[in-house]
């Protein structure tokens, strides 16, 4: 009888436990994008697995700034660059991304695991003859007639904005 209880009490405390975890869910993150270009846009598309920014940009050539207002970065983003209609992305010549400790910049090529990347001081500066710090886990593939670049969620770690450039190669 004592080890019914005890089974049954257990039980009880467990979805207890489940239902107070999911009563009050993280709030969704919401995104403020400024675009260097007009005709360029970013739309945010989400899973259970993902969060995509897809980067449609009309010349092929152009900055962005992603900023976090109320919620977290999800542990996957990619970074999606495609045409509006008729060319697709291939290789990206140029691509730098920027938060306020960390700057990654290289080319980008289907394929490609790795990128340079140099840590910023307080100012968001390094010297311009500094060494690559190290090189961040990137995943580089060609999907739907875009370009994608994901990058791990630890980049996004402790930043509220992130600043992004690209210049496609056939431009």
Same mark, same amino acid.
């Given at each position: ?16 436990? !489940?239902? @107070? /975890? ?5 709030? *969704?993150? #919401?995104?403020?994008?400024?675009? &260097?270009? $007009? ?14 920014? !897809?980067? @449609? /940009? ?5 900055? *962005?700034? #992603?900023?976090?207002?109320?919620? &977290?970065? $999800? ?34 090529? $289907? ?61």
């Amino acid at each position: 009888m004592k080890r019914l209880l005890f089974v049954l009490t257990m039980l009880v405390a467990c979805i207890g436990l !489940v239902t @107070t /975890t999911h009563a009050n869910p993280p709030a *969704a993150s #919401v995104y403020e994008f400024k675009l &260097q270009k $007009p005709e360029d846009s970013i739309v945010v598309r989400t899973d259970d697995k993902l969060t995509l920014f !897809v980067v @449609t /940009t009309a010349s092929g050539i152009g900055d *962005a700034t #992603v900023a976090l207002t109320p919620g &977290q970065w $999800p542990k996957n983003i990619t970074l999606r660059f495609q045409y509006p209609k008729g060319r697709e992305f291939t290789v990206l010549e140029g691509f730098s991304i920027t938060t306020p400790r960390l700057r990654v910049q290289d080319a980008a090529r $289907p394929g490609q695991t790795k990128m340079p990347f140099q840590l910023l001081d307080g100012e968001g500066k390094s010297d311009a003859g500094d060494a690559p710090a190290g090189g961040l886990n990137v995943g580089v593939e060609r999907r739907q007639g875009g370009l994608g670049v994901g990058l791990p969620s630890y980049f996004f770690a402790g930043s509220k904005e992130v600043k992004f450039s690209w210049i496609d190669f056939y431009r």
